[in-house]
DNA sequence: TATCATTTGTTCGTATGTATC
DNA sequence: CGATACATACGAACAAATGAT
């Protein structure tokens, strides 16, 4: 049965096979996928070469694999979370933020640290500059899905401020202070997708083969000083984030490091 | 040598110690790691154990391997291009799009094709809708990075407009035909990432281990009404999206699947 | 609770193919 | 062409997780 064909590898034959007899719909998400013995019979290829293929079908996200059970297949995931990253004022004037309906899951972490190679140009700082970094960790209590959230908040910015003193207020509450403080704020977010660290997919829960969605937003203020960076880290494929766009005059982005 | 302790599988044991190895500066990135053979030698494993080993850091993105020549440090790369994500109009009232800098690597692709489960609540459509669909793949000359770009044109957008003879117009004058047609248009877009699917990390030359930043953009005009779909793909650890954030009164998202 | 069959995980050994220099 | 390095493939054995008996 299922005659492997000339290209490449042998392994890559089987993971082929595999993939189309998903897509074919021969096995559907959710469901078991034949055990490894079972597919030495239908491949007549050897418990190594169908392992390579399962774990080329692993790092491709098509399939989870759970010892002792089997592959199941998985079938794309779409998001389930949205995290709204527009900035939102009510009529008195109160900031909001887009993660609510998230809930804290661990009691924040706040701590002294110093700008790195990567945030040290977002912030124009110089590197190794100390401020403030206080960690997050947030559920989404519908899907479970994790959000690693981070502040890091220049001495600088917090000096003169009620932040000084109570570094660990939430980004609503920050960006109120630092409008009383005088400042015209403006915020510039980017997104990037990376895989994880071994730590990131133990604190998010990450399954295999699936990456981080990385955002990074910046605060700027009167005269486009930077004040804070603010990152956001959570599953990619679980969650997604949004943001709402209306147009605006040319303008140049905060140049960063290329 | 480099003692090998208790924790998990000896290959995991490994892997721990390379990785060890990488951060702590003995292997800096960009040099060669040792070989299979030395590595053998170094930890006192066979050689399964440390292929095991070189194929979770390689998953894990740490490492690239190149067939015959060896194992090279990746270290963690940052974002080279940025495409900025936000709709500006010049004194003139024209559009101009992120994509400045860009290269188009080939001759647009226009076809029809049709609405699917996630991009048809996107649209405010049914499912199977005909649209059009028009493909562009983008370089960017500076670091080679590559970024897949699609419009989802409905007809009845295109309907009665210069659209239905020319859809391949880019985003600018896209946005703009839809102002002139009669439209006030707001802009929401979603980020997330994901795996690529194997002729995805073909066409647009990605690493092993690297992930896929997805945005989608949906164009608005009067009434809310959802205009276009577009959607970039390019990858997440080369390339990042930027967003300017201004204030917002809030305001619900058009609901997606969830 | 304990045991057993099933299934995946880990580790060794060995041989050969193929890319790079 | 040869030396080196990674890629592929087979075989074998035991460990560990799972679910049912």
Redesign the interface.
């Known amino acids: 049965m299922d005659g492997l064909q000339r290209p490449g590898a042998l392994y890559k034959q089987v993971a082929a096979a595999i993939?189309d007899a998903i897509t074919t719909g021969e096995f559907e998400p959710g469901t078991l996928l034949p055990s490894e013995t079972q597919l030495i019979e239908r491949y007549h290829v050897s418990r190594p070469t169908v392992r390579n293929a399962i774990?080329a079908l692993r790092?491709?996200?098509l399939i989870e694999v759970i010892h002792g059970k089997g592959s199941f297949v998985r079938g794309?995931p779409?998001?389930?979370a949205?995290v709204?990253?527009?900035?939102?004022?009510?009529?008195d004037g109160a900031?909001?933020t887009g993660l609510q309906g998230w809930e804290l899951a661990e009691a924040p972490s706040i701590y002294r640290t110093h700008t790195t190679a990567?945030t040290a140009p977002l912030l124009g700082l110089d590197e190794d500059e100390a401020l403030f970094g206080i960690d997050r960790l947030y559920v989404d209590p519908a899907t479970g899905t994790r959000l690693a959230y981070r502040m890091l908040l220049p001495f600088a910015t917090a000096e003169g401020t009620k932040l000084a003193e109570h570094p660990d207020a939430e980004s609503a509450n920050v960006y109120a202070i630092l409008e009383a403080a005088g400042h015209n704020?403006?915020?510039?977010?980017?997104?990037?997708?990376?895989?994880p660290?071994?730590d990131e997919r133990t604190a998010l829960q990450l399954p295999d083969?699936?990456?981080?969605?990385h955002?990074t937003?910046v605060t700027h203020g009167t005269d486009d000083r930077p004040l804070l960076l603010e990152e956001l880290r959570t599953s990619?494929?679980r969650?997604?984030?949004?943001?709402?766009?209306?147009?605006?005059?040319?303008?140049h982005?905060t140049p960063?490091?290329?």
């Open positions: 993939r774990a790092t491709e996200g794309r779409s998001a389930s949205t709204d990253r527009t900035v939102t004022r009510d009529a900031y909001s990567e704020l403006t915020w510039v977010e980017y997104a990037a997708a990376r895989m660290l071994p083969a699936t990456p981080v969605l955002t937003r990619g494929e969650a997604r984030t949004a943001y709402r766009i209306t147009t605006d005059s040319p303008r982005l960063v490091r290329d």
